[in-house]
């Protein structure tokens, strides 16, 4: 079974805060994602990683980071949380051909 | 900017019924194109998928067909029952470009009545 996990279900912060999501999977796979996902807008891509220390912007990368020091882990940073980032986060890892496979996913919210 | 147009946003269907969700793609060099499946509280899953070498792929109830040349594909839920209600998500991807993303339809939001 393919183990994707988040490090949160429910978050919880406050304008400005640093945020760090972390996501980490079970196998030695190269290509990991972060997607938000908003009601009617689908999944959009926020970054992805094909290797240690490698990422690239995916569709919409302002005010976010990435972190990619480990093979199987992740992270998403958001370094200065606001309002408009409230939103259903998920990770996921690359798999045979195209597929992907996701985390459970992170709701944040910011207040 | 690549896009892939779903519809509807929302379905209702009665149990036994056929549930069917249009997507379409703009991007002739996509390559592959799942669909996936949500659950409440839960990631999206991997439900079926397709390569445009072939214009349909069945599995169990779940069926997508392609046509290359309209660029669209569809599923198709047969017999669609109350455990099949969540939204579902198309997708399309080139491999070309070595990175594997993903471009996903906005979703539809499907509910099996009894």
């Known amino acids: 079974d393919v183990k994707v996990t988040q490090s949160s279900r429910y978050l919880v912060k406050r304008t400005g805060e640093k945020v760090f999501l972390e996501c980490v999977q079970d196998m030695d796979h190269e290509n990991m994602f972060w997607y938000r996902q908003d009601p009617g807008l689908g999944l959009r891509l926020i970054y992805f990683s094909y290797d240690v220390k490698m990422k690239e912007k995916g569709d919409i990368p302002e005010g976010y980071s990435v972190s990619r020091e480990k093979k199987e882990r992740f992270s998403l940073i958001l370094e200065s949380a606001s309002t408009n980032q409230t939103s259903m986060y998920l990770c996921?890892?690359?798999?045979?051909?195209?597929?992907?496979?996701f985390g459970p996913g992170t709701r944040l919210t910011v207040l | 900017q690549q896009q892939v147009k779903q519809s509807p946003q929302s379905l209702i269907v009665q149990k036994g019924g056929i549930s069917i969700i249009n997507c379409a793609y703009e991007n002739t060099a996509f390559d592959y194109f799942p669909w996936y499946q949500q659950f409440p509280g839960k990631g999206p899953a991997l439900l079926i998928a397709i390569r445009p070498d072939v214009s349909e792929k069945k599995e169990g109830r779940f069926t997508i067909s392609f046509n290359k040349s309209a660029k669209q594909f569809s599923l198709h839920i047969m017999d669609s029952q109350p455990g099949d209600s969540a939204t579902y998500f198309c997708a399309a991807a080139y491999s070309g470009a070595g990175s594997y993303q993903l471009t996903f339809g906005k979703g539809t939001k499907l509910s099996v009545i009894p």
């Open positions: 996921a890892r690359q798999g045979a051909w195209d597929t992907q496979y």
